[in-house]
């Protein structure tokens, strides 16, 4: 029989390599290494055999080349119950390897800070970051983990070295060691590929993700388990991924996609002014550009309150003192706070009064991402270019007179608000504050009728604002009723993309009520 106890230890990550050398050396095993690992053990007066002394053969082309030789592979790949492969050793003189520890090159550490800007040849760094010899000896162990023990992660080095002590690195062990192998040299393989294809839609694709070390409380609903999963191609700054949570209990399948909604909407608007919005259920119940963190969330919640209750607070500044003391004073219930920062009295004022309140911080300001958003559908996935465009014109369809600056600002701004609500959508804003929303209906009708019933809703005081009553809808009308009924409420100028065969009966609707309409040339439906 050849020699069982030949361990090969091979890694760029050298966390508590030599702690685990220590023990295999105490269980009488020969260490074969190269490299950096090898003056690492050396250093920790490990005895060791470099590779090439083991294959007979030099490393080579700068260190491409170091253990990728049948000796290795052979000893690595060998059946322990087959005769022939037994002989075929012998006659060749090669050992078994019974344990291969090995990590990577950190390509996706070396592309970190390269931005890719598309039909551009790899640069150097990054090509000498690819490893080919690691994930070779990594699959060809895992391939074979009955015979060969294969450990990637460092994490997984205390458990190894516990069962080593007890005799007890059991089959099934060995089988999920060589799992996580295979997911993980899928995953680098995935960034890889990613970083060299300049394809939108490539016949093949594979989306490399990592698991995010944060814990979830659970899924939609109570009795689904919930992960994170982090897409390291994607560089845009999330704030569910990215930010920092500074108080409160653990977050949701549900918190993470209603934040990742609220800072969305708060980025599509000007940094230099603060805005304020209320998410619930991935929608807007409440927005506001205002001149004062207090201001703005004022305004977003008087929008509907009722909505408001339980729902997620997003605003592209700092927390003011006033603004935590009225969320306070209001009484108003709010599963998450997120915020480019907060006061330091009024996050104290926060954390006092709200146990449970879930508080982030995200410094980062938001860039609209690029490059493709997918959905999960039975069976598989759908990819399509992100809603990047807000509109391709800004073009007056109707007589008369042209559009206030006022009526521009506030066109835009509900234009941005219905951009990010589900379709069919509709929204009304007094200026740049939103007072009402119709979203996720059969009939575009029905949303109007839902966000006027929010407008006459809310306080007295907010109604007949001196503001102009602007409406935007995330695609056409297909008949002149949602103009008529919003002209019936006091309605001025409207926004939306046109582009139905019936376009003209919204339009002659709207030149009879004296309304502006802006076509943009741009649907904004969101599924």
């Known amino acids: ?136 000896m990594l699959r060809a162990a895992a391939k074979n983990y009955k015979d060969v023990v294969v450990v990637t992660d460092p994490k997984d080095y205390p458990e190894l070295m516990k069962r080593m002590k007890e005799n007890d690195v059991t089959l099934m062990f060995r089988k999920q060691l060589a799992a996580k192998v295979f997911a993980y040299t899928a995953y680098y393989d995935a960034v890889i590929a990613n970083r060299f294809c300049d394809e939108k839609f490539p016949e093949f694709m594979t989306i490399p993700m990592k698991k995010v070390p944060v814990t979830m409380r659970y899924g939609e609903n109570g009795h689904q388990q919930a992960a994170m999963y982090q897409t390291p191609t994607d560089k845009t700054p999330s704030a569910s991924m990215d930010a920092e949570q500074l108080h409160g209990q653990d977050m949701s399948f549900n918190n993470q996609a209603d934040v990742d909604a609220a800072w969305r909407f708060v980025g599509e608007y000007s940094i230099d002014r603060p805005t304020c919005s209320i998410i619930k259920h991935q929608n807007t119940c409440g927005a506001a550009v205002g001149e004062t963190a207090l201001d703005a969330y004022k305004r977003s919640f008087v929008c509907d309150q009722q909505s408001a209750f339980g729902g997620i607070i997003a605003i592209n500044c ?139 809703a809310m306080p007295a005081d907010y109604r007949g604002s001196k503001a102009p009553l602007v409406m935007a809808s995330d695609a056409f009308f297909p008949f002149g009723d949602c103009v008529e009924k919003f002209a019936a409420h006091g309605g001025k100028a409207v926004i939306w993309p046109a582009g139905s065969n019936n376009d003209q009966e919204s339009i002659d609707a709207a030149n009879k009520h004296g309304i502006i309409m802006i076509a943009t040339g741009t649907r904004h439906f969101s599924h």
């Open 1 to 136: 029989m050849r020699n069982q106890k030949t361990v090969l230890l091979s890694v760029y990550d050298k966390t508590g390599i030599v702690d685990l050398a220590k023990e295999l050396v105490a269980k009488d095993y020969r260490i074969v290494s190269s490299g950096g690992t090898a003056s690492a053990l050396k250093l920790a007066n490990i005895p060791c055999m470099e590779a090439s002394e083991l294959t007979g053969f030099p490393e080579m082309l700068d260190g491409r080349v170091k253990t990728l030789h049948p000796v290795i592979h052979g000893g690595i790949l060998a059946d322990r119950s087959d005769a022939n492969h037994e002989a075929e050793l012998f006659e060749n003189e090669i050992d078994y390897i019974s344990m291969v520890v090995c990590n990577l090159y950190p390509f996706e550490e070396a592309i970190k800070d390269i931005p890719k800007t598309g039909q551009a040849l790899i640069d150097k760094k990054e090509i000498e970051n690819i490893d080919i010899g690691g994930p070779t």
């Open 318 to 456: 700092e927390v003011s003192l006033e603004m935590a003391a009225e969320i306070i004073e209001t009484g108003h219930f709010v599963e998450c706070i997120i915020a480019h920062d907060y006061d330091g009295e009024a996050l104290e004022l926060l954390k006092s009064k709200k146990k449970k309140l879930r508080i982030l911080k995200q410094p980062n300001r938001y860039v609209v991402p690029a490059g493709l958003a997918y959905r999960q559908i039975d069976g598989g996935m759908l990819a399509q270019d992100r809603d990047t465009v807000l509109y391709e014109k800004f073009e007056l369809m109707t007589n008369g007179r042209q559009p206030t600056e006022e009526e521009i600002k506030a066109l835009e701004f509900a234009l941005r608000a219905v951009k990010n609500v589900k379709s069919n959508g509709v929204v009304v804003a007094y200026g740049e504050q939103l007072v009402g929303v119709g979203t996720g209906q059969q009939k575009r009708i029905r949303s109007l009728d839902i966000a006027i019933d929010n407008m006459n």
